[in-house]
């Protein structure tokens, strides 16, 4: 089972940021938060990753709270190319193990 | 383009036939992953490579399934016997260990 929390669904109107929560409370101290997210009929598409600090990159940032229990990926000036499923996954970074872990996701709509 | 890329992307086949899907990694991309996808759900991890060696298989992974990485370069999934519930989306993704997996467009798979 996935070991992350999504709500299922998310609206947001275009040209505003979009922040989409994950909750993942039993994170191990050697594991990262990754963001994927998947464009319908498309393969999924890293977006960004982080373990403890704030992260940002020319897709999104990522708010990691200090006690790493969750996060929140942020969008800051959605477009309606942004509507997609949006996947929180975490695993150890670069580790053996090969795979990743979905859940269902939070499908973000943008609307004009 | 430079990415990962699958063959074919769709794929229509009658009950019991045999059917290969091919995935082209991107070129310095030492790992090698299969999910499968179906409606409405996140991508559930089949197998993984790293270079030639076949390291993880998931118990979705039945007999009917086999998937090899000959040379470490390009990869196969063959499903033998297909049923119904064997259609999907196929998808591929590969990784240097860094950073994150990045995915191919998938093959979808229908079975009549």
């Known amino acids: 089972d996935a070991k992350t929390t999504q709500p299922p669904s998310m609206d947001c109107a275009e040209g505003r940021a979009a922040n989409l929560p994950c909750n993942h409370s039993t994170i191990s101290g050697n594991e990262y938060v990754y963001w994927y997210r998947q464009i319908h009929s498309q393969g999924p598409q890293y977006i960004i990753h982080?373990?403890?600090n704030n992260e940002t990159n020319e897709m999104a940032s990522l708010i990691i709270t200090e006690d790493r229990k969750s996060s929140t990926l942020i969008l800051p000036h959605a477009t309606l190319r942004d509507t997609a499923v949006y996947y929180c996954i975490v695993r150890v970074y670069g580790g053996s193990q090969g795979n990743l872990i979905f859940g269902k996701g939070t499908k973000l709509s943008v609307k004009p | 383009d430079t990415g990962v890329s699958q063959d074919p992307r769709h794929k229509i086949t009658k009950r019991g036939q045999n059917v290969t899907f091919r995935c082209d990694p991107i070129?310095?991309?030492?790992?090698l992953y299969w999910y499968r996808q179906t409606l409405g759900q996140g991508p559930e991890f089949l197998t993984y490579f790293q270079n030639e060696a076949q390291l993880e298989k998931s118990r979705l992974l039945s007999d009917r399934f086999s998937a090899e990485r000959p040379k470490g370069s390009f990869s196969t999934l063959e499903i033998q016997r297909t049923e119904q519930g064997d259609s999907a989306m196929y998808l591929c993704?590969?990784?240097?260990?860094?950073?994150?997996?990045?995915f191919g467009p998938g093959t979808r798979l229908t079975v009549l």
């Open positions: 070129s310095e991309h030492n790992r």
């Open positions: 982080g373990l403890k």
């Open positions: 993704a590969s990784s240097s260990g860094q950073v994150g997996q990045f």
